[in-house]
C-alpha cells in the first residue's frame, strides 16, 4: 500500500504533496527532541564526553541515512519531490541571456549530492558557533547539568527561525535572481568581517539583554533549571539521606515575590541570538549549492540538530584547531565567489551602460554540487592536519 502511495505521487498536484513531505520531516525533528528530553534527557544531569559522542553519532547518522530518503524520494518523486523544482539553470553557462533559476526536473543523484554539501557546509559554518555558545555559557556561569536544557530549548527556536527565513529566502530568490548577488556579496563581507575584525567579548552589553532587563527583573542567582522565578533568594539545598542527593528547599515563607528572570534565561535568549546572526551567514551559503527550500530546510535543520551534541564534544577542544577559524573564513568567501559568478554576469552589460561603457553578453559561470563538496571538505581536513601538525605554543608547551 506505501509503495502505491508513493508511486502515485508523481501523478499528483506536486504543491500540496510536497507539504506532506515537510509535515513528515518536521513530525520525524519533533518525536526525535521529546524523546531526547522527555526520556533520555528527563532528569538534568551534566552530559559527559561519552554521552555527548554517542548523541552526535546518531545525529551525524540520521542525517546521511536522510540522504539516502532524498535520493530515493527525488529520484521516484515521492510526494512531488523534484518536480517543478526551483534549479539553478545551466544553460545561464552557455547563454548570457538565460535565467539563472528555472523550475524543473530534479533527479536523485543531483538532490542527494546538494542535500550533502548543504549539510556539511551548514555543519561547519557551526563550529563557529561553539566558540560564542561556549563563552555564553561560561559567562552566565550556567551548571552543566542545565546547559543541556537552554540548548535544547535553544535549537526548537532556531529550527522555527530558520524555517521562515529560509522560505522566505527561497521566495526571494525565485522571483528576484539578482538577490543571489547580495547574497553572494553579503558572504564575501562576513568572510571579511571574521578575518579583521573581533567581536565583543561582553554578552551583558548585546541590546537584546539590555531590553529583557527593561520588561522583568533579573535574579543573579539560578533557580535549579527555571527560567523564571519567584524566589527573592537564592535557593538553599540539603542532602538527600538515602540517595545522597542534593534536593533543593522550598522557599521561606513570605520570601516569594514578582516573577523575574534567571541567568538561565538570558544564557537562552543569547542564544537564540546568535543562532539568529548565524543563519542571516548560514542560510545564504546554502542557497549557493541549490534553491530548492526542501533541500535547503532539512540540511539545514539536521546540522544544527547535531549542534547541540557538538557542543559538549567540542567546547573543550575547539580551541586547539587554531586553523578552524581561518578555513571558515576561507570557505565563506568561496560561497560567496560561488554566487556572484552565478549570478552577477547576466547583468554586467547592463551595469556597464550606466556608466557609459559597452561590456556585451557575460556568461555565467556554475561550479557544480561536487566541486563544492570536495572545496568545502579539503579546506576543513587541511584546517584540522594543520592544527594537528602545528600546534599554538600554549597547546605546544602542555
Known amino acids: 500500500m506505501l509503495n502505491l502511495l508513493l508511486a502515485a505521487s508523481a501523478d499528483a498536484p506536486a504543491l500540496g504533496l510536497k507539504f506532506w513531505a515537510y509535515a513528515g520531516f518536521l513530525a520525524i525533528v519533533v518525536f526525535c527532541l521529546a524523546l531526547d528530553l522527555g526520556v533520555f534527557h528527563r532528569e538534568a544531569h551534566e552530559v559527559s564526553m561519552k554521552e555527548a559522542a554517542t548523541w552526535s553519532a546518531i545525529w551525524v547518522t540520521l542525517s546521511l541515512v536522510f540522504s539516502v530518503f532524498v535520493y530515493h524520494a527525488y529520484e521516484r518523486h515521492w510526494l512531488g519531490l523534484g518536480l517543478d523544482t526551483p534549479m539553478y539553470n545551466s544553460a545561464s553557462a552557455t547563454n548570457p541571456d538565460a535565467p539563472p533559476i528555472i523550475r524543473g526536473e530534479v533527479r536523485g543523484l543531483d538532490a542527494a549530492e546538494q542535500y550533502l554539501v548543504g549539510y556539511i557546509v551548514e555543519f561547519s559554518l557551526a563550529m563557529d558557533n561553539i566558540f560564542v555558545i561556549a563563552m555564553i555559557l561560561s559567562f552566565f556561569a550556567v551548571p552543566g547539568k542545565y546547559q543541556h536544557r537552554v540548548l535544547f530549548w535553544g535549537i526548537v527556536g532556531a529550527v522555527l527561525m530558520r524555517g521562515g527565513m529560509i522560505f522566505l529566502g527561497a521566495e526571494l530568490v525565485m522571483r528576484y535572481s539578482w538577490s543571489l548577488i547580495i547574497f553572494g556579496a553579503f558572504l564575501l563581507l562576513t568572510a571579511g568581517k571574521m578575518a579583521l575584525i573581533r567581536g565583543t567579548s561582553d554578552p551583558s552589553m548585546n541590546i537584546v539583554v539590555r531590553l529583557a532587563k527593561k520588561v522583568l527583573p533579573l535574579r543573579d542567582f539560578h533557580d535549579g533549571q527555571n527560567f523564571f522565578t519567584r524566589r527573592t533568594l537564592p535557593p538553599t539545598y540539603a542532602r538527600d539521606p538515602v540517595s545522597g542527593e542534593l534536593i533543593q528547599d522550598p522557599p521561606p515563607v513570605g520570601s516569594l515575590g514578582r516573577l523575574a528572570m534567571t541567568p538561565l534565561f538570558l544564557a537562552l535568549l543569547m542564544v537564540e541570538v546568535t543562532d539568529l546572526i548565524f543563519a542571516v551567514d548560514s542560510i545564504p551559503a546554502i542557497f549557493a549549492i541549490t534553491p530548492d527550500p526542501f533541500i535547503v530546510f532539512t540540511s539545514n535543520i539536521f546540522a544544527i540538530l547535531g549542534l547541540r551534541s557538538l557542543y559538549f564534544c567540542l567546547a573543550a577542544l575547539i ?21 556572484l559568478v552565478l549570478a552577477l554576469p547576466p547583468y554586467l552589460d ?4 550606466w556608466f557609459g561603457a559597452e561590456i556585451g553578453p557575460v ?19 587541511g584546517a584540522i592536519a594543520l592544527s594537528v601538525a602545528l600546534p599554538s605554543k600554549a597547546d605546544a608547551a602542555r
Open 319 to 339: 580551541s586547539k584547531f587554531r586553523f578552524l577559524k581561518p578555513a571558515l573564513i576561507l570557505i565563506l568567501a568561496f560561497i560567496g565567489m560561488k554566487l
Open 350 to 353: 547592463e551595469i556597464g551602460r
Open 363 to 381: 556568461k555565467s559561470i556554475k561550479i557544480d554540487t561536487l566541486t563544492s563538496l570536495l572545496v568545502v571538505v579539503a579546506t576543513l581536513a
